[in-house]
């Protein structure tokens, strides 16, 4: 045998493996190219595609007031003395509970999410951008004997004391607050106001 005959049949051993080889390395990496764009996408969006849920932006209703940060009470609901406040929800707190509705919704085959909106924090969503109507979130929410159980207590809260004047002047520049109007569903009363 020849040195040239030798070097040709080491070179066609050779060259397909060389071949295969590149080929192994090109689909790596297209794999690791793949992974790369899922991880651009962003993790809601890949997650939403794992899950085969689409969230479409949420339709918020502009006929429906937008909740202030701070909420007036003419008594603290979590105490038993004292007079008029303001109470403002803690972030986690917020978080938690929309966390807990998720979850019930999900248990009552509801797929939503919920505090999206910042003007309603507590609001729920459904994947086409509705929000859950009220029978549904009421069904979600009751207990074993129909009865709406909410799980909240006063470390949820930022707690304000009110003077009579304070509350006066929170209740002029705030008039959807007013006692009777309902958070902005029923117009606010003018009489005891009339000096906003």
């Given at each position: 045998m020849s040195v040239d005959s030798d070097v040709a049949a080491v070179r066609a051993a050779l060259l397909p493996a060389i071949a295969r080889d590149a080929r192994r390395r090109r689909g790596r990496r297209l794999w690791a190219a793949g992974l790369a764009v899922i991880a651009l996408l962003g993790g809601s969006t890949a997650v939403a595609a794992a899950t085969g849920v689409i969230w479409s932006t949420p339709k918020i209703d502009a006929g429906v007031p937008t909740v202030p940060e701070w909420t007036y009470y003419a008594h603290n609901p979590?105490?038993?003395?004292?007079g008029p406040v303001l109470?403002?929800?803690?972030?986690?707190?917020?978080?938690k509970a929309n966390h807990a509705m998720e979850a019930k919704l999900a248990t009552a085959g509801v797929t939503a999410?919920?505090?999206?909106?910042a003007g309603h924090p507590?609001?729920?969503?459904l994947p086409s951008?509705?929000?859950?109507?009220?029978?549904?979130?009421?069904?979600?929410l009751a207990g074993p004997n129909g009865i709406v159980v909410i799980d909240e207590g006063p470390q949820d809260y930022d707690t304000?004391?009110?003077?009579?004047?304070?509350?006066?002047?929170?209740l002029c520049a705030h008039p959807t607050q007013r006692p009777g109007a309902d958070g902005?569903?029923?117009?606010?009363?003018t009489e005891g106001y009339e000096d906003c």
């Open positions: 979590f105490s038993k003395d004292g109470l403002h929800r803690h972030p986690d707190s917020l978080a999410r919920c505090g999206t909106d507590l609001a729920c969503f951008g509705e929000l859950v109507d009220g029978a549904t979130m009421s069904a979600a304000k004391p009110l003077t009579a004047a304070e509350a006066h002047a929170w902005g569903e029923k117009p606010a009363p």
